[in-house]
Nanobody, 126 residues
Framework: QVHIVESGGGLVQPGGSRRLSCTASAFIWDDYSIGWFRQTPGKERERVSCISTKDGSTDYVDSVKGRFTISRDNAKKTVYLQMDSLKPEDTAVYYC???????????????????WGQGTQVTVSS
C-alpha cells in the first residue's frame, strides 16, 4: 500500500526552478508532519525542509533558505517544494517523508520519519 507519492523531478538548468509534489494518504495528512529530504551517493540523507501538521510552521536547511519554499494544500493532501535559483549542488534524489511528532518536525532526523516516498531525481545542469 502506497502512502506517499512524489513527483516533479527532472533536469533543470542552473538558476532555473522546479516544483516537487508530495501527495499523502488521508490518515497521514491528518496527523503527520511532512519533510523533504535529499540524498546524493555516499552522503547521508539531508532534511531540506519540513512543515508541521499542527500549525503549518516551516523549517529550512541553511543552504536552501531564500530559494526553496514548502507549502501544503489541504484539499489535495499535497505538500509542495518550490525550488528556485537552483544550483548544481542541489542535484540529488529528493524524498518526501511523514512523521508523527510531539515537537516541531525540525527536531527530528531522517530515521525518525515513518513513511517514505520512492524518491524523485532532480538534476541541475547546463
Amino acid at each position: 500500500q502506497v502512502h506517499i507519492v512524489e513527483s516533479g523531478g527532472g533536469l533543470v538548468q542552473p538558476g532555473g526552478s522546479r516544483r516537487l509534489s508530495c501527495t499523502a494518504s488521508a490518515f497521514i495528512w491528518d496527523d503527520y508532519s511532512i519533510g523533504w529530504f535529499r540524498q546524493t551517493p555516499g552522503k547521508e540523507r539531508e532534511r531540506v525542509s519540513c512543515i508541521s501538521t499542527k500549525d503549518g510552521s516551516t523549517d529550512y536547511v541553511d543552504s536552501v533558505k531564500g530559494r526553496f519554499t514548502i507549502s501544503r494544500d489541504n484539499a489535495k493532501k499535497t505538500v509542495y517544494l518550490q525550488m528556485d535559483s537552483l544550483k548544481p549542488e542541489d542535484t540529488a534524489v529528493y524524498y518526501c517523508a511523514a512523521g508523527r511528532f510531539s515537537y516541531h518536525c525540525s527536531n527530528y532526523l531522517f530515521y525518525e520519519y515513518a513513511f517514505w516516498g520512492q524518491g524523485t531525481q532532480v538534476t541541475v545542469s547546463s
